[in-house]
C-alpha cells in the first residue's frame, strides 16, 4: 500500500512536469474508489499512461481545446482507470477514477458521452462524441 502510495505521487509528480501543468495539481486517493468492468483482459498496449489533445468545434466556427490523459493500472486482481479531461478553455474538467468496460483492445466509457479509448495498428486513439476522428494518444513521458 505504501509502495502505490509513493508511485501514485511521483506519477503525478512527473505528468505535471511532462504536460506543462495540464493535469490534475492534487494528488489522487491512494486507492482508487471504481474499477472497470472486464469482458476481456486489456490489451497491454492500453496499459500505462497516455494523454491526447485535440480541438472539438463549438458551434461552426470556435474550436475549443480539450486534453485528455488516463492512466489504466492493476490493482490486486482489477483495473483501475483514472481519468483526466480539461474542456473550455480549462473551466470544465473531469477528474475521476472510472468505472468503464475493457473489452480487449478497447475502453468504451458512458454511452451518452460516447467516449472510447482503443488500440488500432499498433497506435492508442481516443474519441468522444462529436469528434470527428479519434485522436492519436502517446505515452505519457518518465513513466
Known amino acids: 500500500m505504501k509502495k502505490?502510495?509513493?508511485?501514485?505521487?511521483?506519477?503525478?509528480a512527473l505528468?505535471?512536469?511532462?504536460?506543462?501543468g495540464k493535469t490534475p495539481s492534487h494528488v489522487i486517493e491512494q486507492k482508487p474508489d471504481s474499477f472497470?468492468?472486464?469482458i476481456?483482459?486489456?490489451?497491454?498496449?492500453?496499459?500505462?499512461a497516455w494523454?491526447?489533445?485535440?480541438a472539438r468545434y463549438v458551434g461552426r466556427s470556435l474550436p475549443d481545446e480539450n486534453y485528455v490523459m488516463y492512466k489504466l493500472i492493476k490493482y490486486d486482481d482489477k483495473y483501475a482507470l483514472y481519468f483526466y479531461r480539461?474542456?473550455?478553455?480549462?473551466?470544465?474538467?473531469k477528474d475521476e477514477w472510472k468505472n468503464w468496460t475493457i473489452?480487449?483492445?478497447e475502453i468504451l466509457g458512458e454511452a451518452r458521452y460516447g467516449v472510447k479509448i482503443f488500440v488500432r495498428g499498433g497506435d492508442v486513439y481516443f474519441t468522444i462524441r462529436g469528434l470527428v476522428s479519434p485522436a492519436k494518444m502517446s505515452p505519457v513521458?518518465?513513466?
Open 51 to 54: 494523454e491526447c489533445s485535440f
Open 141 to 143: 513521458k518518465d513513466q
Open 4 to 12: 502505490l502510495a509513493i508511485f501514485l505521487i511521483s506519477f503525478f
Open 103 to 105: 473489452n480487449g483492445e
Open 86 to 93: 480539461t474542456w473550455k478553455k480549462g473551466r470544465k474538467k
Open 15 to 20: 505528468i505535471g512536469c511532462a504536460t506543462n
Open 36 to 38: 472497470c468492468q472486464v
Open 40 to 48: 476481456k483482459e486489456p490489451a497491454p498496449l492500453l496499459m500505462g
